[in-house]
């Protein structure tokens, strides 16, 4: 029997792409996947090069 095709057979995505973008104000941001089911909005400390040092980093989105 063949497939039916039709708007119902498409999955929504698990995860989706964010940005986590520096507060140290230099524009500089990493791109991480997040699970759609999370809701909370992410923030890393990480390494933003052009301070040449940890800062923290808070989720936007993508353009």
């Known amino acids: 029997m063949p497939q039916k ?3 119902g057979n498409k999955k929504k995505a698990a995860a989706t ?3 986590l973008v520096s507060t140290a104000g230099t524009g500089f ?3 991480k996947r997040k699970p ?3 809701t909370e909005k992410l ?3 990480k390494y933003d090069p ?3 040092r940890h800062v ?3 989720e936007a989105k993508m353009k």
């Open 56 to 58: 923290l980093f808070k």
């Open 50 to 52: 052009r301070v040449n």
């Open 36 to 38: 759609t089911k999370m």
């Open 5 to 7: 095709l039709g708007m």
């Open 17 to 19: 792409f964010i940005r």
């Open 29 to 31: 941001f990493y791109v």
């Open 43 to 45: 923030e890393f400390r």
